[in-house]
């Protein structure tokens, strides 16, 4: 492939630059596109929506929704843009994104750095297909200074939920400083406001962080469900450094990604699940790389799966390999919908 032979000279291009030119080489139409095949194995019911797949991509990779519909192409079943604030915001000083190569990891403090709402909003318009079976989520913040940051998130959620098939609110970025209160002490603030402005035919997903402890993230789910909230998207990325990382850059601040997280991820998954079964379903993000590792995110109890850092590390074949990886999964073992894997492994 392509990027394959590509790979070696964007790597040596300062991380956040590398992205940029991906972003325009995506727009020039570089990729070719890549056909769904065993639509009937794959597709897979959220709420009241049927996806054509279970695999999508993560927020933060197409943050101003410049190519979400590119990436439609490569075999996403579903991509989620953003995130999103009212204002424009220019983020967090450079440098701000690290590639910790020898854990297969990076490392962001990017600080919701976006177009804005109205600029964001007419790309959305401009590319939006409503033909295509391929479901568009926005991921949504406040801006940094806000005053009022449950204002921010309804300004963003009346704006844009006609132009999506979900809105994810975001309250667990550990880059924007004190937005993680939402998760605990302030939630029923935020959950009751979105209620009431929340439009019955729209599905909300509330995005939560690995680095909650299990009283609070057990506490946060019940609060998630008493408002109820449509899903889950689990996890964010995390602040939090083990011992076993052996990258240099592994001690720069900011969220962790990539395979150091993908046991903490599946864990809350698991946790999850058994408190919420099948009332709401979950979508898993966190070290996925393979169709191993999505399978393995499926059966802990996730509905739907999404990647960004895999995306990266493994290219823009992903999609398609994890899509064949899991059919071939459930042809061998007799099943005809990837939804009879949900939640196996309990």
């Known amino acids: 492939m392509i990027y394959n032979l590509l790979k070696p000279l964007i790597w040596k291009i300062d991380p956040e630059k590398a992205h940029e030119l991906v972003i325009k080489l ?14 009937e194995l794959l597709n897979v019911k959220l709420c009241n929506q049927t996806f054509p797949t279970p695999v999508g991509l993560a927020a933060g990779f197409d943050k101003n929704f410049e190519v979400f519909d590119k990436m439609f192409n490569l075999g996403f079943g579903f991509v989620e843009g953003g995130t999103v604030t009212p204002l424009p915001q220019s983020g967090n000083p450079k440098p701000r994104i690290f590639r910790l190569i020898e854990d297969e ?18 790309n959305i318009i401009n590319k939006l297909d409503r033909f295509k079976p391929n479901k568009l989520g926005v991921n949504i913040g406040p801006n ?8 921010d998130y309804i300004k963003c959620y009346k704006s844009l939920a ?24 302030e939630i029923d603030d935020l959950l009751s406001e979105i209620n009431l402005n929340k439009k019955n035919e729209k599905n909300i997903f509330i995005k939560l962080s690995p ?18 909230m449509n899903g889950i998207i689990l996890t964010n990325t995390t602040i939090s450094r083990n011992n076993n990382l052996t990258s240099s850059l592994s ?3 900011g969220g962790l990604s990539g395979k150091p997280l993908t046991r903490t991820s599946l864990e809350r998954i698991s946790l999850a699940y058994k408190l919420v079964g099948s009332d709401i379903p979950i979508i898993g993000v966190g070290g996925i790389f393979n169709s191993n590792d999505a ?3 499926i059966k802990a109890g996730a509905s739907a799966i999404q990647i960004y850092t895999g995306l990266i590390y493994k290219g823009p074949g992903i999609a398609r390999d994890i899509n064949k990886g899991i059919s071939e999964y459930l042809k ?12 196996t492994s309990h």
């Open 26 to 39: 995506l727009k020039l139409n570089f990729l070719s596109e890549y056909t769904l095949d065993d639509t």
């Open 105 to 122: 990891a990076l490392i962001n403090r990017l600080g919701f750095n976006n177009d804005g709402l109205e600029i964001i909003k007419k």
């Open 144 to 151: 940094k200074d806000s005053h009022n940051r449950i204002s």
């Open 162 to 185: 006609k132009y999506s098939d979900y809105i994810t609110i975001n309250i667990s970025s550990p880059n924007t400083p004190n937005l993680r209160n939402f998760e605990n002490s």
């Open 211 to 228: 680095d909650l402890d299990v009283k609070t993230f057990e506490k946060t789910l019940d609060k998630i469900l008493s408002y109820k």
């Open 251 to 253: 001690t720069e601040e």
């Open 295 to 297: 399978i393995d995110k």
């Open 332 to 343: 061998r073992n007799g099943m005809t919908n990837v939804m009879q894997l949900i939640g």
